[in-house]
């Protein structure tokens, strides 16, 4: 064999598992079809799952370093403000962070290569598996114009939504729910903040609309919006981003001198699924086996804590002693476990947001209704 595993895709992930794995003295090649710095489709907002993982493998330092602490979630809810300081079981966890993956990604790749465990190749795309067996024991891919392999005892698929080794090996659907909302979003500069860094979201009807302080004082600001919307947005994302904004109330007014400077990035295709994240010689992991709709903002909590919870099975089984079956299967439960209550949260108020969103005013006393919508709300919180 010429490495112990081999991971295609290295951002959130895949960074995760090669420095987890590296550290833990196991020979990893990381094959990436793009190059870092790099940007790639996210809003980027994480919590403390991320922070709790950026910590153990040693970038939380850096990671934190690079945008303001947001501290404060702030909702704007059909003309009602509840403002709610960051939970977290760690007291030092108590914030969010937003980071343009530009940034976030290539801290990660340079801790990557910090590793001497750790071969990461650049601008190489997986084309092809090597079976053995019946087993998966390696990949071929594309570098430079030329075709490469190398074998390995597992090879992990951490290659996102479009993951070219899922598309191989297709793995069965353990759920699936249809594209339900879609979403842009875009960075300016000179929008008028709140003092403090501060997590803003503006409920209105089904839309939500964040505000969040991120790198290199930029301020990302998105929409989502339910799906049946889609067509008639994208003929002009621009004019209807902008309009949408403008009709906020509480936001209106520090439009005025903010500054769009990047693209309008946009997505309407994104469904929720959870599918089988192993098999004979390989594994799927973040994206490649579980995606959320991406008006939860969770998808990075979600993925670098399952490309953790793969390290470990996967050190138990090349280090200490467990049967893959035993090894993976705890992968597969731990994993599932982590993410029920969000997934089913996520894919439910994908849907509509509204019930969540009147069951919070009602809860608090802002609005007369059912307890029973108070009850699904703390089912899903
Ligand atoms: C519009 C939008 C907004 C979002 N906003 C948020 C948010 O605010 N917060 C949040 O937590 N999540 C958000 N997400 C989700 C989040 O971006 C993903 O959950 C997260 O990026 C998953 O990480 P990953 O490492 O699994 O996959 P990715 O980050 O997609 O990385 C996969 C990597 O694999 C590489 N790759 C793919 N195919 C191959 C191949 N054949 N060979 C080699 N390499 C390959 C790709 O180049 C890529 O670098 C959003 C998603 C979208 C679409």
Redesign the pocket.
Same mark, same amino acid.
């Given at each position: 064999m010429d490495y112990d595993v081999i991971i !295609? $895709? %290295?951002? /959130? +992930? %895949? !960074?995760v598992l090669a420095i987890r794995l590296g550290k833990l003295g196991h020979r990893v090649l990381v /094959?990436?079809? @793009?190059h870092f710095p790099s940007d790639?489709? @996210?809003?980027?907002?994480?919590r403390a799952p991320?922070l709790r993982v950026f910590e153990k493998i040693g970038v939380m330092e850096k990671v934190a370093a690079m945008a303001p602490r947001m501290e404060l979630i702030w909702n704007y809810i059909d003309g009602h403000i509840l403002v709610d300081p960051v939970e977290a079981p760690e007291e030092h966890l108590r914030f969010f962070l937003?980071e343009r993956?530009i940034t976030l990604?290539w801290i990660l790749y340079k801790r990557m290569t910090r590793e001497k465990n750790i071969e990461v190749r650049q601008n190489?795309? &997986?084309?092809d598996l090597i079976w053995e067996d019946g087993r998966v024991a390696g990949i071929r891919?594309n570098e430079k114009g030329r075709e490469h392999e190398a074998t390995a005892r597992v090879v992990v698929g !951490?290659?996102?939504? #479009?993951? *070219?080794l899922a598309n191989l090996l297709q793995p069965p659907y353990e759920s699936y729910v249809p594209v339900r909302r879609f979403?842009y #979003?875009g960075y300016f500069r000179d929008l008028d903040s709140f003092d403090v860094p501060t997590a803003e979201h503006h409920f209105v009807g089904n839309t939500i609309s964040y505000i969040f302080p991120t790198d290199y004082d930029l301020t990302m600001v +998105?929409v989502s919006m339910p799906i049946q919307g889609f067509a008639e947005f994208k003929k002009s994302p621009l004019r209807n981003f902008m309009s949408h904004l403008e009709s906020l109330p509480l936001l209106v007014s520090r439009l005025k001198d903010a500054r769009l400077v990047s693209n309008l #990035? $946009?997505?309407g295709n994104?469904p929720s699924y959870q599918r089988m994240p192993y098999g004979s010689g390989w594994a799927l *992991? $973040?994206? !490649?086996q579980q &995606? =959320?709709d991406?008006w939860s $903002? =969770? %998808?990075?909590?979600?993925?670098t804590t399952h490309?953790d919870m793969l390290a470990d099975s996967l050190d138990s089984w090349m280090n200490n002693g467990s049967t893959w079956d035993a090894a993976m299967s705890e992968y597969h439960k731990r994993i599932r476990a982590f993410s029920k209550k969000a997934f089913h949260r996520t894919t439910t108020f994908a849907a509509d947001l509204r019930p969540m969103t009147q069951a919070a005013l009602m809860k608090r006393g802002l609005l007369q209704g059912a307890p029973e919508v108070i009850s699904v709300y703390k089912n899903y919180q």
């Open positions: !295609a $895709g %290295g951002r /959130v +992930a %895949g !960074a /094959v990436e079809k @793009s790639t489709l @996210s809003t980027s907002l994480f991320a937003c993956r990604d190489a795309k &997986v084309k891919w !951490a290659d996102g939504f #479009y993951s *070219t979403a #979003y +998105a #990035y $946009g997505s994104i *992991t $973040g994206d !490649a &995606v =959320m991406p $903002g =969770m %998808g990075i909590d979600h993925a490309a």
